[in-house]
């Protein structure tokens, strides 16, 4: 199971405060609910592209000795499953559905460049989030009017701030801010015999 690194900085900030397994040790297990710390169990790696990095990131996991399984802290400028950081496809959806910039500007304010079709399924999966996301975040901020439920996501986005939300929506309600792959289960957990899904 995923759950959100409680740090929000730049990309080498996050590596430097890796080495310390002490400190967002997690209390307890998120999926048996024991009462007791979860032990260090080593990385694993993950590819990132963010606004000025492209490159591996290690992710801290834990174990939990009453269970027996793993629970992995994202940092929170990623989303799971995600290749691209949080701020690249925030500033990709706002330039082409907020600000209505056409798919190939909207691919040059999102730096570093990225092939056309990786927009595509940004928006595909935004679109077919939004109402959810709107009911979502209707208790972190006020819904504003807007002519439709992207519009007024992104809206509800930008004014509530796109990782205090999306710490809100995995943290809190187990929202992924693009949907959960198919495969896995509503709250982003991974259902049995399910293959792993793509990225992009
Ligand atoms: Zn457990």
Known sequence: MQILHPF??????????????????????PQCLAKHPLTAHGFYTRTLIDTAFDGIIRVRRYLCQACRRTVS??????LPYLRSSLAVIALFLVARLFRGQTLLHAIRSAPPPMPY???QFWIRRFRAQAEALCAALASLTQPAPAPDFVHRALSMLESAGW????????????????????????????????APAAHS
């Open 8 to 29: 929000a900085g730049s990309v080498e900030q996050y590596h430097a405060l890796l080495a310390d397994p002490e400190r967002y040790r997690p209390g307890h297990c």
């Open 73 to 78: 802290l994202l940092p929170e400028f990623v």
């Open 117 to 119: 079709q990786r927009g």
């Open 163 to 194: 990782t205090v939300a999306h710490r809100f929506l995995f943290g809190a309600v187990r929202c992924h801010l693009l949907g959960w792959p198919r495969g896995l289960a509503p709250d982003g957990r991974r259902a049995a015999f399910s």
